[in-house]
């Protein structure tokens, strides 16, 4: 009975802490505005306390619940400003501020990043309430070893009170894996402007022009939101992992596939870095360049404007093929240093350099015909 007594308790305190979270949550990443959903968990634990814990555990909630709210009113305020860093760098480059809000394809893009602008403090509460109970696990694991030392090692209750610390300190975690790669940096790839001209008609290529001059920018940025997203997860993944053995292998604690789950992590949360390092390393410009120009004229200016329209349309496509396979290189890569047979190096790295040459798909277009003798007849990109 005192057993049961004692896990209703820590279930009551579990849940209080879970509702400080998503309330502080709420304020931090909705500016405080963000709707009632933190106050109704915090209503709602209240109430729990009341009915299900003891007079005991109430003291114990009300000597805690202050603490709790204080510290992660101080851990939401850095992850709150890690997170506007992050999106200011992505709207800068991208421009996904700059939405028309005219009902296009785009506003529906922006309309799903801002909905979801909160999921960075729902992760981070997730991980908060986990080192909770992680810290709880620890102390009983702490009691068992007292009790029988040859049953219960040490380290078994060592283990997680690292990893529950780790994920109290999400945030600090998070800025140390980004700034592995990158040392903080935002650099960012830059595109260059569309080429020609479709005249506003209704053929196919003005269609596609119109398309993917209205998403481009949006999606690119809910690409980066997606693998900034990612890298969170992915670190919250590596933190669970110093609790297992030796004898998991790779998914152990020191093993190289929990050791490139966080540098993966590192990459999703500079893609847009890693990527410019790589035009850099390729083309000596970080510059995507899609601005097309022709060697040779049609000797219609209007079929040339056309032209062109269509080929920066393509690159622009390719580009966002690129970050997509670019990305996935990184995840195939995880795969085999996690000892999983269906992922091969050769294909996460094809992946990799497959989509950085996508993305730069213009710059290897000079650099091809250049070579072949062919930039005075072919199409040059700028």
């Not at 979270?21 to 959903?37: E, L, T």
């Not at 992850?79 to 421009?95: D, E, H, L, Q, R």
């Not at 893609?271 to 022709?294: E, G, P, R, W």
């Not at 996508?358 to 700028?382: H, S």
Request: glycine share 12%; net charge neutral.
């Amino acid at each position: 009975m005192n057993k049961l007594s004692l896990s209703l308790r820590l279930f009551v305190l579990s849940f209080l802490a879970m509702s400080l979270i998503v309330s502080s949550s709420q304020s931090a990443y909705a500016g405080g505005g963000g709707g009632g959903g933190g106050s109704i968990f915090a209503a709602f634990a209240a109430k729990a306390v009341a009915v299900v814990s003891g007079s005991a555990s109430k003291a114990i909630a009300v000597k805690i619940g202050a603490p709790i709210s204080s510290a992660l009113a101080a851990v939401n305020i850095g992850i709150a400003a890690g997170w506007a860093k992050v999106s200011g760098a992505i709207k800068k480059a991208f421009g996904l501020g700059a939405c028309k809000g005219n009902g296009q394809i785009s506003d529906v893009i922006c309309n799903v990043m801002e909905s979801t602008k909160t999921l960075p403090g729902f992760l981070t509460a997730i991980g908060y309430i986990s080192g909770l109970l992680l810290a709880i696990s620890a102390l009983f694991k702490l009691k068992d070893h007292v009790i029988n030392p040859t049953n219960t090692p040490l380290s078994d209750s060592m283990k997680r009170f690292i990893a529950g610390g780790a994920l109290f300190s999400l945030p600090l975690i998070t800025e140390a894996t980004q700034n592995m790669l990158t040392d903080g940096s935002t650099s960012m790839s830059q595109v260059s402007a569309y080429a020609g001209y479709t005249g506003g008609g209704g053929g196919l290529d003005s269609v596609l022009v119109s398309l993917f001059a209205d998403i481009y920018e949006p999606l690119i940025s809910i690409i980066l939101a997606f693998a900034y997203l990612a890298g969170i997860i992915l670190v919250m993944v590596g933190i669970g992992r110093i609790i297992k053995t030796a004898q998991d292998g790779p998914r152990g604690p020191a093993g190289m596939g929990t050791i490139m789950t966080f540098v993966v992590a590192g990459v999703l949360f500079s893609l847009s870095t890693i990527m410019a390092s790589f035009s850099v390393s390729l083309f000596d410009t970080s510059t995507v360049a899609t601005f097309a120009v022709l060697s040779s004229s049609t000797g219609d200016a209007v079929v040339d404007d056309h032209i062109l329209a269509i080929i920066s349309t393509v690159l622009v496509f390719l580009t966002i093929i690129g970050y997509i396979s670019f990305m996935r290189g990184f995840f195939i890569i995880k795969d085999v240093a996690e000892g999983n047979s269906q992922a091969s190096l050769m294909a996460g790295v094809t992946h990799i350099f497959g989509g950085a040459l996508a993305v730069n798909l213009g710059p290897l277009m000079n650099a091809v015909q250049r070579t072949l003798g062919l930039d005075t007849l072919g199409v040059m990109f700028y």
